[in-house]
C-alpha cells in the first residue's frame, strides 16, 4: 500500500492526461484497427471497459470525497487491465502480429513512465500477462509453448528491467534532491528557533519584571517608570510576540512547502479581515514613521476567510512596501477598504503613486518580473498571486499611470462551494481518537468521517491505558467521561497518557450526569456536551479543525507555588539557559543549570532534583543520550520527570524522545505559560 500511495503521488500531476488518453484513445482506435487498417481481431466490448476505467480517472475531482480515499487502490487496479493485460492479450488475439507487438512494447514504455517501483509493477506485469495467457491459450502448456513468439518475450524483459532500472534512478535523483532541501531547510529552522526562543524568554522575563498597567491614574506615582513608558513598553511585548509567532508559522510554512512543492493549507484557519488586516497595519515596518499616518481605513464591512493569516498579512506587507516605494508626492496616501458582495469578498489597497501602463500592469505577477525597482528578483507579487489562489481567492490590479494603483484581493465567502473543498482537502489529512465504550458515539463519529474524508479510530479505555504515550499523536481526541473514568484515578492515569500528545483534546460529557470529581485537569481540553455531537459531530469536527473554539484552563499560574521544588535546566544555549532561569525562580523553583548533557549526568550524581528541563541539540552529549543515561544508570532517578525541549516538531522526534525516556517534550520557541503548565502536570 505504501508503493501504491507512493506511485500514485508523483503519478497525480499527470492522471488528467493518463485518463482522457486513455477514454478517448480505446475507442478511437477501435475505428483505426477495424476500419482504416483491419486487423484479424478487435474486441469493442474490452475497449470499451477500458474506456470506462480511465474515464474515472479523467473525471476522479467530480467523485465524492468520501470515494477519493480510494483512488490510489482504483489506480492500481486499473492501470495493469488497461496497460499490460489489455495489450499482451490484443497481442495474443492477433497472432503476434508487427502492430500489436510494437503497440504492446508503447504500453511497456507507458506503464514504466507511470509506475517507476519495481516491485510493484512486476507484480502488475506479472498477474496482467497470466491472466492474458491463459485467456488465450488456456492451461495447455503445449498451447502456450507453441503459441508464444518466445524470442520477443526476451525484448520485452530488456525493456521492462531497463527502462524501469533507469526510470527508478532518474526518481531517487529527485528524492536525494528533496531530501537534502528538507535536511537544509530543517537546518535553517533549527537554527532559527534558537534566536526566537532566546528573544520569547527576554520578553517573558520583560513581562514578569514589569509592573502591571495601572487601572486608573491615581497609581501612576507609584511607579518607578512613567505610565507612557509603561503603555510602551508593554505594547512592544505584544508586538514582539505577535512577531515571533509569525516567523515561527512561516518557519512551518517553509518546511511543508519544500516537501509538497506548493503552498501548504496545513495551518489554514478561520480568521476575520479585519482583524487580520489591523494587525498588518500595526505591524508593517514603515519607511519614515510618519508614513503610518497615510495609510486610511474602512474596515467596517468584515468577513471571514479559511486561510493562514501569515500569509494574508505577507502579501499586505508587499502591497504596502511597493507602494511606499513607488510613492511621488507629498500628499501621498493608501486607502484600505473591505468590501462584501453576494459571490465573494475582497480588501481593496488603492494609492495615488506614480501608477503603471497597461504593459507594465499585464506583466507584473509574472515570475521574475520587476519595474522600477533596482533590488528586486520579481518574485513578492506572483508569490502573492500564489497565496490568494492556495485559498480559493484571486489577485487583480488596475492603474493608470501617474494617477494611481489599485490591488483587490478577492477571497471566497466562507461558507462557499471553494472553502468546503479545500476543507475536504485538509480532512483527508485529519485523524480522530475516541476513547470510550459508546457504540453510538462511535457510529456518529464514523458516518462523519465516511462522508468527510478524515481517519477515525476507536478503543476502550482499557486499550488507551494499555498504549504507550507516544501512540496518542492524533489531530483531534475525544475523551467520554462514561461510567470507566467515574474513576477519579483512572482519569488521571489517562490524561498522563494523553500528556504527551499535541493533540486537540476534547471530553465529551453528559449535561444531566452528575460527577464525582472536578472536570479540572493539567491541560486544556474543549468541553462538548454528548447530546450535541450526537446531532452536530461534523460541525463540531469542522470547528475544531478550522476554527477557535474556547478551551477550558486546567493550570493557574501561582507564585511561589513550588517553593522548596528543584528544577535542573540543561542547555547549551546560554541565553535561553539564562532566561528559563530567572523565570523559573519567579515561580518559586530553586534552580541549577547545565551546559550539556554530560553536565546534567555530573550534577544528578550528587543533587537531589525534582524535574529536568533538558534541550535535546546539545555539544558533548545530547538530550537523547543523556536522558538513556540517566534511565539506565541511576537507580535513584528512575522516576524523575525530564522535559524535552527540540525546535524538531515531526513525529520521528517525538518517537525518539519518547524512546529516550524523555516524559513530555516541548516544541520551541514555547511561551512561559506553556513550560509552567507541562511542569505542573509532572510534579
Given at each position: ?57 479523467a473525471?476522479?475531482?467530480r ?23 489489455f ?25 514504466v ?15 496482467a ?5 491463459f ?34 534512478r532518474?526518481?531517487?535523483?529527485h ?25 520569547k524568554?527576554s ?11 495601572p ?22 511585548i ?35 479581515m ?8 500595526a ?38 512596501k511597493?507602494?511606499f516605494?513607488?510613492a511621488r ?37 509574472d ?24 485559498m480559493g ?27 468546503q473543498r479545500?476543507?475536504q ?21 464514523a ?16 486499550k ?84 477557535s ?12 507555588h513550588?517553593?522548596?521544588k ?25 534552580v541549577?543549570?547545565?551546559?550539556n ?18 534541550d ?34 515531526s513525529?520521528e ?10 516524559n ?12 509552567i ?7
Amino acid at each position: 500500500m505504501e508503493s501504491v500511495r507512493k506511485v500514485y503521488q508523483y503519478a497525480e500531476p499527470n492522471l488528467t492526461v493518463i485518463g482522457w488518453m486513455g477514454f478517448l484513445g480505446f475507442p478511437a482506435y477501435y475505428y483505426v484497427w477495424e476500419y482504416l487498417f483491419p486487423q484479424p481481431y478487435e474486441s469493442l466490448p474490452l475497449r470499451i471497459f477500458c474506456s470506462l476505467l480511465f474515464a474515472v480517472l479523467a473525471f476522479r475531482h467530480r467523485i465524492p470525497v468520501y470515494l477519493q480515499r480510494y483512488l490510489p487502490m482504483y489506480f492500481a487496479i486499473c492501470i495493469p487491465i488497461c496497460l499490460p493485460f489489455f495489450f499482451s492479450y490484443m497481442m495474443f488475439k492477433n497472432d503476434w502480429s508487427e502492430i500489436w507487438v510494437m503497440s504492446f512494447m508503447a504500453s511497456i514504455i507507458i506503464h514504466v513512465l507511470v509506475v517507476f517501483r519495481t516491485g510493484l509493477l512486476l507484480w502488475q506485469t506479472s498477474i496482467a500477462f497470466i491472466a492474458s495467457t491463459f485467456l488465450v491459450y488456456g492451461g495447455s502448456w503445449s498451447a502456450i509453448q507453441h503459441g508464444i513468439a518466445w524470442p520477443y518475450m526476451a525484448i520485452f524483459a530488456f525493456t521492462y528491467v531497463f527502462g524501469n532500472l533507469f526510470y527508478l534512478r532518474s526518481q531517487s535523483e529527485h528524492e536525494s534532491r528533496v531530501s537534502l532541501a528538507k535536511s537544509f531547510g530543517a537546518g535553517i529552522a533549527h537554527e532559527m528557533r534558537n534566536p526566537l526562543s532566546a528573544l520569547k524568554a527576554s520578553l517573558d522575563v520583560l513581562e514578569v519584571l514589569l509592573p502591571p498597567q495601572p487601572s486608573d491614574s491615581s497609581n501612576h506615582k507609584k511607579l518607578e517608570i512613567d505610565a507612557d513608558s509603561l503603555a510602551l513598553a508593554h505594547d512592544v511585548i505584544v508586538q514582539a510576540n505577535e512577531a515571533i509567532r509569525s516567523g515561527t508559522e512561516t518557519i512551518d510554512l517553509l518546511l511543508t512547502s519544500i516537501d509538497q512543492n506548493r503552498i501548504t493549507n496545513a495551518t489554514y484557519r478561520k480568521h476575520s479581515m479585519r482583524a487580520v488586516t489591523e494587525q498588518a497595519i500595526a505591524s508593517f515596518p514603515y519607511p519614515h514613521p510618519t508614513d503610518r499616518d497615510a495609510v486610511h481605513v474602512n474596515l467596517q464591512q468584515d468577513f471571514y476567510f479559511l486561510g493562514s493569516d501569515t500569509l494574508v498579512k505577507y502579501t499586505l506587507y508587499n502591497l504596502l512596501k511597493n507602494a511606499f516605494y513607488h510613492a511621488r508626492c507629498d500628499q501621498f496616501s493608501i486607502t484600505i477598504e473591505l468590501q462584501r458582495y453576494n459571490g465573494f469578498n475582497q480588501l481593496v489597497l488603492t494609492d495615488n503613486g506614480v501608477g503603471m501602463s497597461a504593459q507594465v500592469s499585464k506583466q507584473i505577477f509574472d515570475d521574475f518580473y520587476t519595474q522600477g525597482k533596482a533590488s528586486g528578483y520579481g518574485i513578492g507579487l506572483p508569490f502573492c498571486l500564489r497565496v490568494m489562489r492556495a485559498m480559493g481567492g484571486n489577485i487583480r490590479c488596475r492603474s493608470e499611470l501617474n494617477q494611481f494603483t489599485e490591488f483587490a484581493l478577492a477571497f471566497p465567502i466562507y461558507n462557499s462551494v471553494v472553502v468546503q473543498r479545500i476543507k475536504q482537502d485538509m480532512l483527508k489529512n485529519k485523524s480522530t481518537l475516541y476513547i470510550g465504550s459508546s457504540t453510538l458515539l462511535t457510529s456518529v463519529l464514523a458516518d462523519s468521517a465516511f462522508y468527510l474524508g478524515f481517519k477515525a479510530k476507536n478503543i476502550t479505555v482499557v486499550k488507551a491505558l494499555e498504549k504507550e504515550e507516544f501512540e496518542f499523536e492524533y489531530d483531534v481526541i475525544f475523551v467520554d467521561l462514561d461510567k470507566e473514568l467515574l474513576d477519579q484515578r483512572v482519569l488521571a492515569e489517562l490524561e498522563a497518557k494523553l500528556s504527551f500528545t499535541q493533540a486537540r483534546i476534547v471530553y465529551l460529557y453528559d449535561k444531566q450526569s452528575i460527577y464525582s470529581y472536578s472536570l479540572d485537569s493539567n491541560f486544556e481540553f474543549y468541553p462538548i456536551e454528548k447530546s450535541r455531537f450526537r446531532i452536530q459531530c461534523s460541525v463540531i469536527i469542522d470547528e475544531l479543525c478550522f476554527d477557535s473554539p474556547q478551551m477550558t484552563k486546567q493550570f493557574e499560574l501561582k507564585r511561589n507555588h513550588y517553593q522548596g521544588k528543584t528544577l535542573l535546566i540543561a542547555d547549551d544555549n546560554h541565553s535561553i539557559r539564562a532566561y528559563t532561569v530567572v523565570l523559573m525562580k519567579k515561580h518559586g523553583f530553586s534552580v541549577i543549570e547545565a551546559h550539556n548533557g554530560q553536565d546534567a549526568l555530573d550534577i544528578l550524581q550528587h543533587t537531589k532534583v525534582d524535574l529536568v528541563v533538558m534541550d535535546i541539540e546539545m555539544p558533548v552529549m545530547d538530550g537523547l543520550t543523556a536522558a538513556k543515561q540517566i534511565r539506565s544508570l541511576y537507580s535513584a532517578t528512575d522516576s524523575l520527570p525530564i522535559i524535552g525541549y527540540t525546535g524538531d516538531s515531526s513525529d520521528e522526534m517525538a518517537y525518539k524522545i519518547y524512546e529516550s525516556g524523555i516524559n513530555d517534550y516541548l516544541v520551541k520557541p514555547a511561551d512561559t505559560e506553556a513550560l509552567i503548565l507541562k511542569v505542573g502536570q509532572w510534579l
